[in-house]
């Protein structure tokens, strides 16, 4: 209850302007979002992520979301992965993660596992976010990755599995 006390109050404007039909009005709302803080709107723009159809829309979000170096965005984004009706996001919101420079390590468990469901680009998308983690892991670490990625091998599909034996050999400890 407390932590949602501190939540800043969310602009009911930017977030109408944010869900606007015009692109050039969400555009100016984005960009406006990047000079005066736009951390508590992160599930509002991972929310357009997944809807819209404009590919200089999904562009200026996943920079804006790359370009947030705070930790403090970390949980929205990683409970926007979990979220199984942002999927189609799923792509653009691995690549924010890898752009961002954040350690997601303690959160390598979830970008296996998108490794090993998700399609071919969040695959690669994955596999970047892993492949930036491996330094910040003691040995162990790295052994239990690689083996869950050997228990999710059979589910791997075709054009993935030179992808996943990459991770693998990335993976020896």
Partial sequence: MENESKKKKL????????RSEEERIVLKTIHGLRSKGYID???ELLKLLNRTGSELIEKELV????DTKK????PYILA????????????DIVS???QSGLDFSRDLELFIRLFLEGDYRTALESFTV??????????????DARNLVLEGLEQVSKEKKPLAR???KMLQA
């Fill in 41 to 43: 709107y992160i599930p």
């Fill in 130 to 143: 892993i492949e930036e983690s491996v330094q910040n892991l003691s040995g162990q670490e790295i052994e």
């Fill in 71 to 74: 930790a403090a965005v970390m």
């Fill in 63 to 66: 920079r804006l979301i790359a």
């Fill in 11 to 18: 602009d009911p404007q930017v977030i109408r302007n944010l």
């Fill in 96 to 98: 924010a993660c890898w």
């Fill in 80 to 91: 926007g992965l979990r979220d199984p009706d942002l999927a189609a996001a799923r792509g």
């Fill in 166 to 168: 990459e991770l693998v």
